[in-house]
């Protein structure tokens, strides 16, 4: 049995391989002078189970390799396809919000159907909408114990320094209430939450604060960091109402755009998020914490194979 990657996973998933006694399975990628994208297996898999890692992000060439190995190994005639994407891209579009737009994380679950996957395992998808897109089997790992035991075991005080008694669970707008909720319900906090729209794409505007945030330390968290607008106009506010220390935390650090720079100059102890977008590690600043998911994705493989 192989574990296959696609070009920006090759250390994610030979530390995932370690994990689980698996060898990397040879893979041929290479790029055509028009840019088109090239992908053969080297292995024979006729008739295996085989893994291969890869994400649904830009850049394009991401998704087009992801495709490209899995419809390689079929055509190889593996005989199991699981893929496994630390980070589904797309997926924020999971439903109309404008009249004449595409449903892309819809799209890219019917294309890595069609690519010939047979079962998908994903970490914190964006919504359970995109759950449902899927025609194959998915599993969505939730990487919230991980980013619970970074919190809370990661300070050397082993906890932030006020206690869990005075922490408040925020989310910066509606969607990321469910994590909130099962956050505050495990760490035994009150949660708060803003009302937030978006009056264009990438521009996050914010209205009320729904609950208690003075004297408090915050734990704020999000499925995800893309420019950091949202994340870094809720820290400001929260000061704003009186808000101690806080912590933000979210699985998908993608950070594009000014993310850096906004995270940088927050009023903010600590950023965490996880290794489910590789090139987060090349954009390391001190307040920064990457936590692996690749123990949780190889204890998930190890109990269920
Ligand atoms: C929104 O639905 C997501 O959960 C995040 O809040 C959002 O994508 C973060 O984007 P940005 O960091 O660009 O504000």
Redesign the pocket.
């Known amino acids: 049995m192989y574990i296959f990657s696609t070009t920006a996973y090759c250390d994610f998933t030979k530390k995932l391989s370690k994990q689980i006694k698996l060898k990397i399975g040879r893979v041929e990628i290479k790029k055509f002078s028009d840019g088109e994208i090239y992908a053969r297996v080297v292995e024979k898999v006729r008739g295996q189970s085989v893994y291969v890692v890869g994400t649904i992000a830009p850049p394009s060439d991401n998704l087009l390799e992801l495709l490209l190995l899995i419809n390689a190994l079929k055509t190889s005639q593996a005989k199991h396809i699981t893929a496994i994407i630390p980070y589904f891209g797309y997926g ?1 579009a999971d439903h109309i919000v404008a009249e004449g737009e595409s449903l892309s994380a819809k799209l890219m679950a019917d294309l890595i159907k069609c690519a010939g996957v047979d079962r998908v395992i994903a970490v914190d998808l ?1 919504s359970s909408r995109v759950e449902k897109f899927f025609r194959v089997p998915v599993i969505n790992i939730k990487a919230q114990e991980l980013l619970v035991i970074a919190i809370c075991g990661g300070h050397s005080s082993g906890r932030p320094e006020d206690g869990p008694h005075n922490i408040v669970i925020v989310a ?2 509606n ?2 209430l469910p994590l909130a909720r099962r956050m505050a319900k495990q760490l035994h906090a009150p949660i708060a939450y803003f009302d937030k729209i978006r009056p264009r794409h ?1 521009v ?1 505007r914010f209205g009320a604060l729904y609950g208690e945030v003075k004297g408090k330390n915050i734990l704020l968290i ?10 870094v106009q809720a820290a400001h506010l929260l000061k704003k109402y009186g808000a101690k220390k806080i912590i933000i935390a979210a699985t998908h650090g993608i950070f594009s755009g000014s ?1 850096i720079a906004r995270l940088k100059n927050a009023s903010v102890e600590q950023v965490i998020v996880t290794d489910t977008i590789p090139s987060a590690h090349k954009k390391k600043f001190s307040k920064l914490r990457i936590v692996s998911v690749v123990p949780l994705l190889g204890a998930f493989l190890t109990n269920t194979n």
Request: aromatic share 0%.
């Open positions: 924020r964006h910066p707008d969607g990321a990438n996050a999000d499925d995800m960091i893309d420019t950091a607008g949202t994340i993310a």
